[in-house]
């Protein structure tokens, strides 16, 4: 499976954006990049997916690289609830599209 | 509330018994997955189900954990003879068919082994 690099942990004032950056140099062109994010002692939620567009919901954005080698998850304002470890994850054909999990980024928002 | 749930929540139990989870995935979701999650690490995969068939299983099942999901609506996850290394957070997620689509996860089952 192509892997993913995020940082250990980011940290950001309530309020202001956040940008989570991911690398995946080993994509592949029918790779999707997938975003989840955990809850404190829940389970990961869904964020966000693109492939090769930049993508916008309500949640947050995606900015793909133009050669897919990165990607960055945008917060466009933090606020306490969105303290949580984020994954960033390429969608694999094998294992009915299983997801990959690494370790994530921590994300910490400060008041 | 008609997201995935999962009993029990929690679960704790000592070493060499068997203990079996549930989960019930969103009603018209085709597609089940288990999951493992120990401290500070990221979800793995355990196997999936398409339909009643599970169709994959990680080298992470060993032949004491067994899965089944028998008319393709819930599933359960059973472990055999438990050891305090199966201690962990179990995740079921479940999704509709088609390429990409989003996983839903329950809260999980945490289990401890004593």
């Known amino acids: 499976d192509a892997k993913t690099t995020q940082p250990n942990s980011m940290e950001s004032n309530e309020e202001e954006p956040v940008h989570l950056p991911c690398n995946h140099s080993?994509?592949?062109?029918?790779?999707?990049i997938h975003w989840y994010r955990q809850l404190p002692s829940q389970g990961p939620e869904y964020v966000i997916h693109g492939l090769t567009s930049n993508v916008n919901n309500r949640m947050a954005s995606l900015a793909i690289a133009e050669d897919r080698k990165s990607s960055t998850l945008i917060l466009h304002r933090a606020t306490l609830r969105d303290a949580a470890v984020y994954y960033c994850i390429l969608g694999a054909l094998g294992r009915g599209y299983a997801l990959n999990f690494g370790k994530g980024t921590s994300l910490l928002v400060t008041p | 509330d008609t997201g995935v749930s999962q009993n029990p929540r929690h679960k704790i139990t000592k070493r060499g018994q068997n203990v079996t989870f549930r989960c019930d995935p969103i009603s018209e979701h085709n597609r089940l997955y288990w999951y493992r999650q120990t401290l500070g690490q990221g979800p793995e995969f355990l196997t999936y189900?398409?339909?009643?068939?599970?169709?994959?299983k990680s080298r992470l099942l060993s032949d004491r954990f067994s899965a089944e999901r028998p008319k393709g609506s819930f599933s359960t996850l059973e472990i055999q003879r438990t050891e305090q290394g199966d201690s962990a957070m179990y995740l079921c997620?479940?999704?509709?068919?088609?390429?990409?689509?989003?996983?839903?996860f329950g809260p999980g089952t945490r289990l401890l082994v004593l």
């Open positions: 080993t994509i592949s062109g029918t790779d999707y």
């Open positions: 997620a479940s999704r509709s068919s088609g390429n990409q689509e989003t996983q839903y």
């Open positions: 189900f398409q339909n009643e068939a599970q169709l994959e």
